[in-house]
Nanobody
């Protein structure tokens, strides 16, 4: 059973910072990309940041220069450091990981999601 567990969300004033964490556990053979998505109320889920197994990163335009994604491969954990937060960053943040796991005895790549963590930025 593979689990992605997020933590670190909360309420913060505009201009403040939060650090999200997402730890993957279970029968994991390898991890490819690890992503952070967010979904604001009434809007579609969007990709915020991505980090590859080699450490290459990509960001959604509105968070460039403010958010930093990183990962600790030894801990199967991805982080999202969010600085200079704005009310528009308010959303539920989800982590997603592309994992190699044994499915019926065969190594199989698949995408797994965390349960989400609420980030609320007040003006």
């Amino acid at each position: 059973q593979v689990q992605l567990v997020e933590s670190g969300g909360g309420l913060v004033q505009a201009g403040g910072s939060l650090r999200l964490s997402c730890a993957a556990s279970g029968s994991i053979l390898s991890i490819n990309t690890m992503d952070w998505y967010r979904q604001a109320q009434g809007k579609q889920r969007e990709l915020v940041a991505r980090i590859t197994s080699g450490g290459r990163t990509n960001y959604e335009n509105s968070v460039k220069g403010r958010f930093t994604i990183s990962r600790d491969n030894a801990k199967n954990t991805v982080y999202l450091q969010m600085n200079s937060l704005k009310p528009d960053d308010t959303a539920v943040y989800y982590c997603n990981a592309n994992l190699l796991t044994p499915v019926q005895g065969f190594p199989t790549w698949g995408d797994y999601w965390g349960q989400g963590t609420q980030v609320t930025v007040s003006s």
